[in-house]
């Protein structure tokens, strides 16, 4: 059947490059670990394996009821397009648009190409089972979500997090910056990359058509950024407008846009101020099981760092922090009277860091972000604090420390 | 596209001729008259209410030859052609999932039925084209022309096989007078005639081959030029559309079985079973050519299918 064939070209066509693999165990290795992601794609991805598979028919018949559902998905309609004209011509590659197109139909068309690559991809390349993103070292099971990114898939993760530990719950695909990642200064319409928390949920009726369904904004620039000198604000996870049900992978003025129905999802779990939302170019999946290993390293810092507040030697406590530390605007000189004061509130009883969360963001720098609940014995409650620390050589220090709540 | 031209028998001069050769004149109001006054008292006469049909599409009232066409498809399911009509209706009012039903279910009653397929490509090709314009969000202003569907208008055999009127259209028409030797024809050296046979024959095959090697030049050069093409469009539009179905197609293979030839004088006849396959559908039937010699070619007059 030479028109099965031919489609079935375009399926492989649109495969990883260096990684070949045949379309069927692609899409049936995707079809099989796809049950929690998004519906919609589940069902374009079957329609791509039965297209590979030669089984033409069924998937047009798939591919109709998809857009009829679905009439704003364009990459839906690039499909049925191609299923309906391979009955009349042969169909070369994915999109395979007769006749001359202007400038603006070949962009967007090489956009559904690659998004339709990018929703392959991520299918495709599945983290590896008990895994989990190398930043997550420490989450407290009251944080009963967490997120992370990863631009080179255009990929969300969402998991549940709980006693036991993370649990991959669905993920999805995303758009990011025209320019790509690494936000450096307002208006560069790249997506930042670090450790961020979805700071608000926005009320969609207070929104335009164009965010779609909803926004959660995330606390970019955060402490580190604004170290950094970086600038911008307006940082979303945000929906669709109503004719579109997905934008292309590079898109945004720096948001992460999410179809509508993958964006109402994400609300309904997720709570605001505690939910982490990691942002990578690429994530590194580590066995969960190692995790303790690997945070042993800085649980020591931490503890040093607690014995010494606990133990009212403020020189000491004081050689945990950066020269150049900053808390809102206050230096070290001018933050020391409050941390002075602090350490006598606790009168040498024993600090507990309760609801303990670090999450560490290496790039040129090595980083984690601390956050917990400050409570010296007998108390039965104490601030929630976060803590920015930096690796000088071999040495923890922190460079911001605020109260969070 | 093949297209037939309805050409009255001339041995059964019918109301149906009549009625035919009106709505050819154009008299349309006059057609149709004479065929509800058929129809008055042959109420279910399908052939009569097939021409109705196209009547009402050629002058106009779509949605009458809608209808016609519909009841037509509820009264004899089994005929191909007035659900390949109804489609060329739906297509002409942008109901293109409504054409492609149509087309489906006439080639569901007859697999091979060749201007059902090449309709059916042009409706897929065009409902590839929405989408493909749903796909990158065009502009609302779709400046593609309509695909140009062939409407049949022949009238169909119902004489065959009990009640189900068997559709015939090709074989009834364009009929070849039988090659009997007459009076100003003496009958020739048999090896003349073989020669004119094998001319013919060749010439035949050349048309088949510029055909599926898409050699546009020498396949409408194998057209004569008083070539009609039957379907009321003008020699340059039938060329038009031909150059398009033809060179849209990446490939097609144009087998010909049980060449037959029949040569009188400067005429020619040649039949033969046709295996048509371009791209992704493939089509067989019969297939009648009527030739005639001029200027030391053997030039197609006359082009017909038959089921």
């Given at each position: 059947?030479?028109?099965?064939?031919?489609?079935?070209?375009?399926?492989?066509?649109?495969?990883?490059?260096?990684?070949?693999?045949?379309?069927?165990?692609?899409?049936?290795?995707?079809?099989?670990?796809?049950?929690?992601?998004?519906?919609?794609?589940?069902?374009?991805?079957?329609?791509?394996?039965?297209?590979?598979?030669?089984?033409?028919?069924?998937?047009?018949?798939?591919?109709?009821?998809?857009?009829?559902?679905?009439?704003?998905?364009?990459?839906?309609?690039?499909?049925?397009?191609?299923?309906?004209?391979?009955?009349?011509?042969?169909?070369?590659a994915i999109g395979d648009v007769p006749g001359p197109l202007?400038?603006?139909?070949?962009?967007?068309?090489?956009?559904?190409?690659?998004?339709?690559?990018?929703?392959?991809?991520?299918?495709?390349?599945?983290?590896?089972?008990?895994t989990i993103p190398s930043q997550f070292l420490a989450l407290?099971?009251?944080?009963?979500?967490?997120?992370?990114?990863?631009?080179?898939?255009?990929?969300?993760?969402?998991?549940?997090?709980?006693?036991?530990?993370?649990?991959?719950?669905?993920?999805?695909?995303?758009?990011?910056?025209?320019?790509?990642?690494?936000?450096?200064?307002?208006?560069?319409?790249?997506?930042?990359?670090?450790?961020?928390?979805?700071?608000?949920?926005?009320?969609?009726?207070?929104?335009?058509?164009?965010?779609?369904?909803?926004?959660?904004?995330?606390?970019?620039?955060?402490?580190?950024?604004?170290?950094?000198?970086?600038?911008?604000?307006?940082?979303?996870?945000?929906?669709?407008?109503?004719?579109?049900?997905?934008?292309?992978?590079?898109?945004?003025?720096?948001?992460?846009?999410l179809a509508n129905p993958d964006l109402n999802q994400i609300?309904?779990?997720?709570?605001?101020?505690?939910?982490?939302?990691?942002?990578?170019?690429?994530?590194?999946?580590?066995?969960?099981?190692?995790?303790?290993?690997?945070?042993?390293?800085?649980?020591?810092?931490?503890?040093?760092?607690?014995?010494?507040?606990?133990?009212?030697?403020?020189?000491?406590?004081?050689?945990?922090?950066?020269?150049?530390?900053?808390?809102?605007?206050?230096?070290?000189?001018?933050?020391?009277?409050?941390?002075?004061?602090?350490?006598?509130?606790?009168?040498?009883?024993?600090?507990?860091?309760?609801?303990?969360?670090?999450?560490?963001?290496?790039?040129?720098?090595?980083?984690?972000?601390?956050?917990?609940?400050?409570?010296?014995?007998?108390?039965?409650?104490?601030?929630?604090?976060?803590?920015?620390?930096?690796?000088?050589?071999?040495?923890?220090?922190?460079?911001?420390?605020?109260?969070?709540? | 596209?093949?297209?037939?031209?309805?050409?009255?028998?001339?041995?059964?001069?019918?109301?149906?001729?009549?009625?035919?050769?009106?709505?050819?004149?154009?008299?349309?109001?006059?057609?149709?008259?004479?065929?509800?006054?058929?129809?008055?008292?042959?109420?279910?006469?399908?052939?009569?209410?097939?021409?109705?049909?196209?009547?009402?599409?050629?002058?106009?009232?779509?949605?009458?030859?809608?209808?016609?066409?519909?009841?037509?498809?509820?009264?004899?399911?089994?005929?191909?052609?007035?659900?390949?009509?109804?489609?060329?209706?739906?297509?002409?009012?942008?109901?293109?999932?409504?054409?492609?039903?149509?087309?489906?279910?006439?080639?569901?009653?007859?697999?091979?039925?060749?201007?059902?397929?090449?309709?059916?490509?042009?409706?897929?090709?065009?409902?590839?084209?929405?989408?493909?314009?749903?796909?990158?969000?065009?502009?609302?202003?779709?400046?593609?022309?309509?695909?140009?569907?062939?409407?049949?208008?022949?009238?169909?055999?119902?004489?065959?096989?009990?009640?189900?009127?068997?559709?015939?259209?090709?074989?009834?028409?364009?009929?070849?007078?039988?090659?009997?030797?007459?009076?100003?024809?003496?009958?020739?050296?048999?090896?003349?005639?073989?020669?004119?046979?094998?001319?013919?024959?060749?010439?035949?095959?050349?048309?088949?081959?510029?055909?599926?090697?898409?050699?546009?030049?020498?396949?409408?050069?194998?057209?004569?030029?008083?070539?009609?093409?039957?379907?009321?469009?003008?020699?340059?539009?039938?060329?038009?559309?031909?150059?398009?179905?033809?060179?849209?197609?990446?490939?097609?293979?144009?087998?010909?079985?049980?060449?037959?030839?029949?040569?009188?004088?400067?005429?020619?006849?040649?039949?033969?079973?046709?295996?048509?396959?371009?791209?992704?559908?493939?089509?067989?039937?019969?297939?009648?050519?009527?030739?005639?010699?001029?200027?030391?070619?053997?030039?197609?007059?006359?082009?017909?299918?038959?089921?």
């Amino acid at each position: 059947m030479t028109k099965g064939l031919a489609v079935l070209a375009f399926v492989l066509a649109c495969s990883v490059p260096g990684t070949p693999l045949h379309a069927k165990d692609a899409a049936t290795q995707a079809g099989l670990r796809l049950v929690s992601s998004s519906r919609a794609e589940a069902r374009l991805i079957e329609i791509y394996r039965l297209t590979g598979n030669g089984h033409i028919s069924e998937a047009l018949t798939q591919a109709r009821k998809l857009v009829q559902d679905h009439p704003n998905f364009q990459l839906a309609h690039l499909v049925y397009g191609d299923l309906l004209a391979s009955r009349a011509r042969p169909v070369r590659a994915i999109g395979d648009v007769p006749g001359p197109l202007d400038t603006s139909a070949r962009s967007t068309l090489s956009a559904l190409h690659h998004e339709a690559q990018m929703r392959i991809k991520a299918l495709r390349e599945r983290p590896p089972a008990h895994t989990i993103p190398s930043q997550f070292l420490a989450l407290s099971p009251h944080v009963k979500h967490a997120i992370a990114i990863d631009a080179s898939r255009s990929r969300l993760y969402l998991f549940a997090n709980s006693e036991q530990g993370m649990t991959l719950l669905s993920d999805y695909y995303i758009s990011v910056g025209k320019l790509g990642i690494s936000k450096n200064v307002e208006g560069d319409r790249r997506t930042p990359l670090g450790v961020y928390f979805i700071t608000n949920n926005l009320d969609p009726k207070s929104l335009g058509d164009f965010y779609g369904t909803g926004a959660l904004p995330i606390n970019y620039p955060n402490v580190l950024d604004t170290r950094r000198g970086k600038t911008g604000h307006g940082i979303w996870l945000h929906g669709t407008p109503p004719n579109q049900f997905s934008r292309a992978p590079r898109a945004t003025d720096g948001c992460v846009v999410l179809a509508n129905p993958d964006l109402n999802q994400i609300i309904r779990t997720v709570q605001v101020r505690a939910t982490p939302v990691v942002i990578s170019q690429r994530l590194e999946w580590v066995p969960e099981h190692s995790t303790v290993e690997r945070r042993k390293p800085f649980e020591q810092v931490l503890t040093a760092w607690r014995n010494a507040k606990s133990s009212g030697d403020l020189n000491q406590l004081l050689s945990f922090y950066t020269a150049d530390f900053n808390s809102h605007g206050k230096t070290l000189r001018e933050w020391v009277p409050s941390l002075r004061n602090e350490v006598k509130r606790v009168r040498g009883r024993t600090i507990q860091l309760k609801d303990l969360s670090y999450l560490r963001w290496t790039d040129h720098a090595d980083t984690m972000v601390v956050t917990f609940g400050e409570v010296p014995d007998g108390s039965r409650n104490g601030p929630t604090k976060r803590q920015y620390w930096i690796r000088e050589g071999d040495q923890w220090k922190i460079f911001f420390e605020g109260v969070i709540g | 596209m093949l297209l037939l031209s309805v050409v009255v028998t001339p041995t059964r001069a019918s109301t149906h001729d009549e009625v035919n050769a009106l709505m050819r004149a154009g008299k349309f109001t006059v057609a149709l008259d004479r065929a509800n006054a058929y129809l008055n008292s042959q109420p279910r006469d399908p052939q009569m209410r097939f021409l109705k049909g196209v009547i009402q599409r050629e002058s106009g009232q779509t949605s009458q030859a809608i209808a016609t066409f519909t009841q037509l498809t509820r009264d004899y399911p089994q005929l191909p052609e007035p659900y390949n009509n109804l489609a060329v209706l739906y297509a002409s009012q942008n109901e293109y999932e409504k054409a492609r039903s149509a087309l489906e279910m006439a080639l569901r009653t007859n697999p091979s039925y060749a201007t059902a397929h090449e309709n059916l490509a042009d409706v897929y090709a065009k409902l590839a084209s929405q989408a493909y314009h749903k796909a990158l969000q065009f502009d609302g202003n779709n400046t593609e022309v309509q695909p140009n569907l062939a409407m049949i208008r022949e009238v169909f055999n119902t004489e065959a096989k009990g009640q189900s009127p068997i559709l015939a259209t090709a074989r009834e028409v364009n009929r070849v007078e039988p090659a009997s030797p007459s009076v100003e024809d003496p009958v020739r050296p048999s090896a003349a005639n073989g020669i004119a046979d094998e001319e013919v024959k060749s010439s035949v095959l050349a048309w088949a081959g510029a055909w599926a090697s898409k050699s546009m030049k020498n396949y409408l050069g194998a057209y004569s030029p008083g070539y009609y093409p039957g379907n009321k469009s003008s020699r340059k539009q039938w060329e038009k559309e031909r150059q398009q179905r033809i060179l849209g197609k990446a490939s097609i293979s144009v087998q010909l079985e049980n060449l037959e030839v029949q040569v009188q004088g400067d005429k020619a006849r040649a039949s033969f079973r046709q295996h048509y396959k371009a791209d992704s559908f493939s089509a067989s039937g019969l297939k009648v050519l009527e030739l005639e010699k001029i200027g030391g070619r053997w030039l197609i007059v006359k082009e017909a299918i038959g089921d």
